[in-house]
């Protein structure tokens, strides 16, 4: 594990829990992503990972060690980048990153090659205050793989970039992962950005994990609470005909049901067309992240 959380709590006050007895455990090589939605703890987790919050407890292990124990070792290894990224606006994107550069030790030529990696070859010697929000996402994004480290920490890294830019960060990211075999830690509130890219997703709720596992895991739970809903010429014909071994409901206009799998699928079309109702429209319908933090936080509570 290269990072690794046991009973990780913390409150700004005291009697208000934010982290409740969170157990991370971000594997060597993978892409975690941090799903949860605003406010569900993911930058306090971060910050508190980062050592940039108050934690007396030992409960925290990084590269296999122990966060406070081992500091200077520890964030030598690690680029971050939490919120919105810290620059110094009145300089270039350029002179940014030679502070960091001083700060850590490294050579002056991997400022370029750095430039390079995040598509800001073309605007180095602008001043960061004329760049746009997607560009001093870019740039906080160099400043942390500046050191080539181990571990990213990157808070929302996607927020405030276009479409175009969503791809771009993504596909670098992917391209670390695999051929500099970095670990990313990496938070979001959108479901389908981190499917794009993690091997592994924690979902946080309320400053409690409600789930932890691999990106097929999430797939087979998606898969558990997606919906199969279906239009026909006669709904209530087919509702008479289907119930109760199919359990179908109204669905506005037309009718749903828990999808099982792609046989359920076939047997109800075949079930409709033989009783001479006609299918309009056949389609699983996958939760949206809402509806799933709703349906898990339901369970938990059960
Ligand atoms: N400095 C602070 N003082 C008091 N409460 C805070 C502070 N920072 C965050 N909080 C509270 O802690 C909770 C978790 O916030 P946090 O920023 O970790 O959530 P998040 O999952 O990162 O959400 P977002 O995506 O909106 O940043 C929220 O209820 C927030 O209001």
Redesign the pocket.
């Known amino acids: 594990m290269i990072i690794q959380t046991q009973n990780l709590q913390f409150g ?2 005291k009697d208000q829990p ?1 982290i409740k007895n969170l157990n991370l455990n971000v594997e060597k090589g993978s892409i975690y992503g941090f799903l ?12 508190l990972i980062l050592g940039l919050l108050p934690n007396p407890e030992n409960n925290i292990r990084i590269f296999g060690k122990t966060l406070s124990d081992n500091r200077l070792d520890i964030f030598s290894r690690i680029g971050s980048m939490i ?1 919105i990224p810290s620059l110094y606006e009145h300089l270039t994107g350029w002179d940014n990153l030679e502070i960091t550069r001083r700060i850590k030790g490294v050579s002056k030529k991997r400022i370029d090659e750095t430039l390079e990696l995040v598509k800001l070859t073309h605007a180095a010697h602008k001043k960061v205050k004329a760049y746009s929000l997607g560009m001093k996402q870019r740039i906080g994004l160099a400043v942390a793989l500046l050191s080539e480290p181990e571990l990213l920490i990157l ?2 890294p996607t927020n405030g970039l276009d479409p175009n830019g969503m791809i771009e960060t993504r596909e670098l990211l992917i391209r670390l992962n695999k051929e500099a075999g970095t670990t990313i830690f990496l ?1 979001s ?1 959108l479901l389908s950005e981190v499917e794009k890219m993690a091997t592994h997703v924690g979902i ?1 709720h309320k ?1 409690s994990m409600l789930f932890q596992g691999t990106i097929q895991e999430l797939g087979t739970l998606k898969s558990r609470q997606a919906m199969l809903c279906f239009d026909t010429s006669n709904n209530l014909k087919a509702l008479e005909l289907l119930n109760p071994q199919f359990q179908v409901t109204l669905n506005g206009n037309g009718l749903k049901t828990s999808f099982q799998d792609r046989e359920q699928a076939a047997h109800i079309n075949r079930l409709l067309v033989q009783n001479e109702i006609d299918v309009y429209q056949l389609a699983v319908m996958d939760n949206d992240l809402e509806k799933l933090f709703l349906q898990i936080t339901e369970e938990s509570a059960v």
Do not use: L, V, Y
């Not at 949860?36 to 910050?47: C, D």
């Open positions: 700004f006050k934010i949860g939605p605003n406010g569900a703890g993911k930058t306090t987790t971060m910050r919120e808070d929302e938070s509130h946080i400053g």
